[in-house]
Every structure is written in structure tokens, then in C-alpha cells.
């Protein structure tokens, strides 16, 4: 006689993993950073809770998780191997910074993610800060420093501000008015014309060195 395959939860351990990440982001979207309570979690995913403890290991682990899979510059380095590097991270620059730009524009979640950082110390964010940073800290070490040599950290000055800039522009068209300096970012021209002055700054830099 065939075994019988049992279904559920058990048995599909990453469909429910996927589940309770994604329950964690529904409620992010919704409710906000205060929303993401073992029990909220767990009725949004619509399983029971010891299944976070049993796959991740605590509530913190599980937003830990989530939090990495938003956040953009987590995942450069994987995206942007590709690139060609002979140029000293001009190209990596542009690039990087212009998809940041829109991918902050069409993730609610990490808006409210950047937007807890803003507000909060939370050691789980901390961590992926420190991440983050250390994974920048690699690309200028290793491609931008050797190019600009003792004006990197000039450069470095630039990108920081670019940055900040393509988070701080997005959050305010998202949560106040979509007008900044006379330009509506919430229409393609207005973007576009943020991206050109994103792409000939990093140029100017280049140029400049």
C-alpha cells in the first residue's frame, strides 16, 4: 500500500516560509512597524504561530529575514556583477543609484522599512545597516578608492549625498506632497529629470578627478 503524502504546513516548510514573509510585509504595507506582533503575523499568514519560532527561531529572525529581502543595496552586489569595473565604478555608480531611485518608488514596504530606521533603534535594523555598509565599504575599497585615489573620499562625499537623496525625494512623494524644488515627482518627466542630474553629477565627479 503507498504512503500516504501528508499536506500542510509541515510538509511544505518554504511555501509557508514564503507565507509568513509575506504576511510580515502585507502587514508593514497596512499597519506599520507596530503591526508586527508574533499573533498579527501569524492570523495574516493563517497559520499557527509555533511555526515561526519552529522555522526562523523567534519574530525577530523572521522580520531579520524579511528586511534583507527588501533592502536594495543588500542585494548590489549580486545585481551588479555585470558591470564593468575598468571604468573605476562610474558606470556601477549610475547604475546603482538610478535603479535605487525606482526601486524605492514602487516598494511600499521598504519605504516603511527606511521610514522605522528613521524613527527607531532597532537592533535588527542596525544589523542590516552595518551589512550594508560593509558591503559599500568593499565596492569603494576595491574599485572607487584605487580610481579617485586621494580624492575618493571626496567622491565618496557625493555619493552619500546622491543616496540619501534618491531616499529622501521618494519618501516625501510617497508620504507628504509629490512637488520638490518646483518638480512633480510623481509624474515621468519630473523623475527623468532627477535621473539626468543624478547621471551628470556622477559624470562631473568623474570628469573632476
Given at each position: ?47 499557527d504561530k509555533k511555526l515561526i519560532y519552529e522555522y526562523f527561531g523567534s ?110 525625494l521618494n519618501l516625501y512623494t510617497a508620504y507628504n506632497a509629490s512637488v ?30
Amino acid at each position: 500500500m503507498p504512503r500516504k503524502v501528508v499536506q500542510g504546513p509541515i510538509r511544505d516548510k518554504e511555501k509557508t516560509k514564503l507565507k509568513l514573509l509575506g504576511a510580515v510585509g502585507r502587514i508593514l504595507r497596512t499597519k506599520g512597524y507596530s503591526g508586527l506582533k508574533v499573533s498579527k503575523i501569524a492570523a495574516v499568514a493563517g497559520f499557527d504561530k509555533k511555526l515561526i519560532y519552529e522555522y526562523f527561531g523567534s519574530t525577530e529572525k523572521l522580520i531579520d529575514e524579511y528586511i534583507r529581502s527588501q533592502d536594495y543595496w543588500s542585494k548590489m552586489n549580486q545585481d551588479s556583477l555585470h558591470i564593468d569595473f575598468s571604468d573605476g565604478g562610474k558606470e556601477l555608480s549610475k547604475v546603482a543609484i538610478l535603479n535605487q531611485f525606482e526601486h524605492i518608488k514602487k516598494n511600499k514596504e521598504l519605504q516603511k522599512i527606511i521610514l522605522w530606521g528613521l524613527s527607531e533603534s532597532k537592533p535588527i535594523l542596525k544589523k542590516v545597516a552595518d551589512e550594508r555598509e560593509e558591503m559599500g565599504e568593499q565596492l569603494f575599497t576595491n574599485i572607487v578608492d584605487p580610481h579617485f585615489k586621494d580624492k575618493s573620499t571626496r567622491y565618496r562625499a557625493i555619493a552619500a549625498l546622491l543616496v540619501s537623496g534618491a531616499y529622501y525625494l521618494n519618501l516625501y512623494t510617497a508620504y507628504n506632497a509629490s512637488v520638490f524644488c518646483g518638480i512633480d515627482l510623481k509624474s515621468e518627466d519630473g523623475r527623468k529629470e532627477i535621473e539626468k542630474a543624478i547621471t551628470e553629477i556622477i559624470d562631473f565627479a568623474y570628469e573632476e578627478k
